[in-house]
């Protein structure tokens, strides 16, 4: 089986340290995490910007002070910019980001309704963000919610405007989108163009459904306070420590973990 790429998922946009208080915020927390996730494993950090307060954030600046400073801590390490703004689902201020032309960026193809709000993503929306990063040679990693955003995937590449091998995260277990369960994963797969990589992320206690399947089937992970703050129930986690379990997991089953340079070459990526 080919080598797993560890995604951590640093922050995100909602969790708080007041849930969990490892959760790293400013860019110096999120540089340094990063070096122990990358020393425990991960090839890949997906990060979101935040402001003082600790609210979700746009900004070149934001962005590109946080990606310097990983890029600083860790110089091997993919970054992968989220796009996701879930409070402001305007392109413009999304697209800041990928400004500073980062390795990877996250894209959502499609609209969903989480527990209490709609994660508004339009055609419109999807398709700039897509050719943004076309032109700038930067590998979205296609965040996938339901089925249907495989399919409108599938009619990007058709149109030319996403690049071969295309490269899925299905989350599961989002409160209001699929659920984490065998069923759906293996409809998931079955919809996935010849060829896809996949990565699988499930949210709280899903993570260790996720992360297990991930690693047998032969897809890659992301795991990370931005999905789950606990180690177990009711005991905190640290990304690192989760980045830690899913290696020794892959190991039980023989899997080879990929270093950032191996995650390049099995998802096309040209270092930059
Ligand atoms: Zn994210």
Not at 56 to 71: R, S
Not at 127 to 136: D, S, T, Y
Not at 187 to 193: A, D, G, Q, S, V
């Amino acid at each position: 089986m080919k080598k797993l790429i560890i995604t951590a998922a640093l922050d995100g946009a909602v969790t708080t340290k007041a849930q969990n208080p490892a959760l790293p915020v400013t860019p110096d927390e999120l540089a340094e995490d990063a070096l122990k996730c990358y020393e425990a494993g991960a090839a890949v950090v997906h990060v979101h910007a935040r402001d003082e307060n600790g609210k979700e954030t746009q900004g070149k600046e934001i962005y590109q002070e946080i990606h310097d400073k990983i890029k600083d801590a860790c110089p091997e390490i993919i970054v992968q910019i989220s796009t996701s703004g879930r409070d402001c689902p305007d392109f413009g201020p999304r697209s800041e980001g990928l400004l500073l032309n980062p390795e990877m960026a996250s894209l959502t193809t499609g609209s969903v309704n989480f527990a209490s709000k709609i994660y508004e993503n339009s055609p419109e929306t999807i398709e700039k963000l897509c050719r943004m990063m076309l032109e700038r040679n930067i590998k979205p990693e296609i965040e996938i919610f339901d089925t249907s955003m495989i399919v409108a995937a599938k009619e990007l590449a058709e149109k030319g405007l996403l690049k071969k091998p295309l490269y899925f995260d299905l989350m599961m277990g989002v409160r209001g989108a699929q659920p984490a369960d065998f069923a759906q994963l293996n409809h998931l797969l079955t919809m996935l163009p010849e060829g896809s990589e996949w990565c699988i992320s499930g949210i709280s206690k899903n993570q260790q459904f996720t992360t297990m399947m991930g690693i047998a089937l032969g897809g890659h992970v992301r795991v990370g306070l931005e999905d789950n703050i606990y180690y177990r129930r009711g005991e905190l986690a640290t990304n690192a420590q989760l980045v830690a379990r899913a290696v020794r997991i892959a190991r039980e089953f023989g899997r080879e973990i990929a270093t950032p340079d191996e995650a390049r070459e099995i998802l096309g990526i040209k270092r930059i």
